[in-house]
């Protein structure tokens, strides 16, 4: 069986910040559609994430 360790191993370093982006937006994701947070606040951090990811808009999507 693969860990994820194992599944990261074999990545590009371009290929693991997609992965770490893809795993933040699903965690944001579940906290909205779980009402944790607010519209806004999913928003706001979605748009921190993208940024401190160097992406200038919502990359893959």
Do not use: N, V
């Amino acid at each position: 069986m693969e860990t994820e360790y194992d599944e990261w191993a074999g990545l590009t370093p371009e290929e693991k910040k997609r992965k770490l982006y893809e795993k933040q937006k699903a965690l944001l994701d579940t906290f909205l559609a779980h009402h944790a947070i607010s519209q806004k606040q999913y928003d706001k951090s979605l748009g921190d994430l993208t940024e401190r990811m160097g992406y200038r808009e919502t990359p893959f999507h």
